[in-house]
């Protein structure tokens, strides 16, 4: 790991699709750590992931938000998936052994970078995934056939997971499940109407994640 920016906390890590940038939010005795990807046309600055950071330190987890290596490169239009999960677990990788180096692990961000989370939560050795706003099915254009739900994602999470998701959010709103909850708040897939809703269902199901032992 490279830092790129010391005064603001910004990291330089090296994938094997290129370098990625991490934004990372240090908690004072930190409990727990919560890294969170951006959406696929997005950055790590979105109003949301704002939120979630702000709750998360406030219970004492350490945050990274990750910037994959194609929005490093100005680039806007994702890679494969593979690349972007291949990127993903080289970060978490990396801060494991740096400076997240013996804290439970959450694993999540928005749209698109909670469906990398998902699809690498084992890989990562997470014990939660956060998910703001989950893309369950792309809205169905006039003339095309439905697109495939996304659902599976999230049923392949073995460890407790949190949605997120507009009331209006033209990509649906996944059901709940055995392992996940399903908090709905005013808004549509950007999540800007109502934050501190979104900050509220964040900092509940982190401060009861058994792992982290975040503190209240």
């Known amino acids: 790991m490279r830092a790129t920016d010391a005064t603001t906390g910004v990291l330089e890590v090296a994938t094997v699709h290129g370098p990625a940038r991490v934004h990372l939010h240090p908690a004072d005795n930190p409990t727990g750590a919560l890294v969170l990807g951006h959406g696929a046309a997005g950055g790590v600055g979105s109003p949301d992931l704002a939120a ?5 330190r406030s219970l004492g987890f ?12 100005g680039r806007r239009s994702p890679p494969p998936a593979p690349k972007l999960d291949r990127a993903w677990t ?3 990788e990396d801060l494991r052994e740096t400076g997240l180096q013996g804290l439970p692990l959450v694993v999540g961000g928005r749209s698109a970078g909670a469906r ?3 699809r690498t939560a084992a890989a990562t050795g997470a014990i939660g995934a956060l998910c703001l706003a989950f893309p369950l099915q792309p809205p169905r254009r006039a ?3 439905p697109a495939p739900s996304r659902l599976s994602e999230l049923d392949q999470v ?11 959010d033209p990509f649906g709103i996944p ?3 055995r392992r996940r909850r399903v908090v709905t708040v005013r808004g549509d897939h950007s999540l800007r109407t109502d934050l501190q809703a979104v900050a509220a269902a964040a900092r509940a199901w982190l401060s009861r994640l058994p792992a982290a032992g975040a503190r209240d």
């Not at 979630?52 to 998360?56: C, G, S």
């Not at 073995?158 to 209006?168: K, N």
Request: glycine content about 8%.
């Open 62 to 73: 350490t945050v990274a938000l990750v910037e994959q290596p194609y929005r490093v490169a």
């Open 158 to 168: 073995a460890v407790p997971v949190l949605v997120v998701q507009g009331e209006r």
């Open 143 to 145: 003339g095309t056939t």
């Open 175 to 177: 059901p709940a499940g």
């Open 116 to 118: 990398v989370a998902c």
């Open 52 to 56: 979630v950071t702000d709750a998360a």
């Open 90 to 92: 080289d970060v978490i």
